[in-house]
């Protein structure tokens, strides 16, 4: 799905840049997809596919550190 049409960002853009590069805002997602803000109508929806990964993120690390799956 295209989460940014000024910059055609998808949120599997989004959510690779977060997985890899561990960007904290979403103005840095932008740097890490090599782009920048323009209009700003997808900042809370890039923030929120973020929040969604890193907690998906920390769930399956919690568990690895618990030995569970």
Same mark, same amino acid.
């Given at each position: ?13 989004? #959510?690779?840049?977060?997985? /890899? %590069? &561990?960007? *904290? ?10 782009? =920048?803000? #323009?209009?700003?109508?997808? /900042? %809370? &929806?890039? *923030? ?10 920390? =769930? ?10």
């Amino acid at each position: 799905m295209i989460v940014c049409s000024c910059n055609v960002l998808s949120d599997h853009d989004i #959510r690779n840049a977060v997985a /890899v %590069q &561990t960007p *904290r805002t979403a103005g840095q997602v932008y740097g890490c997809l090599g782009c =920048s803000a #323009r209009c700003g109508r997808c /900042v %809370q &929806t890039i *923030r929120k596919i973020m929040d969604d990964a890193q907690s998906a993120c920390a =769930s399956t690390c919690r568990g690895a550190h618990d030995g569970g799956s």
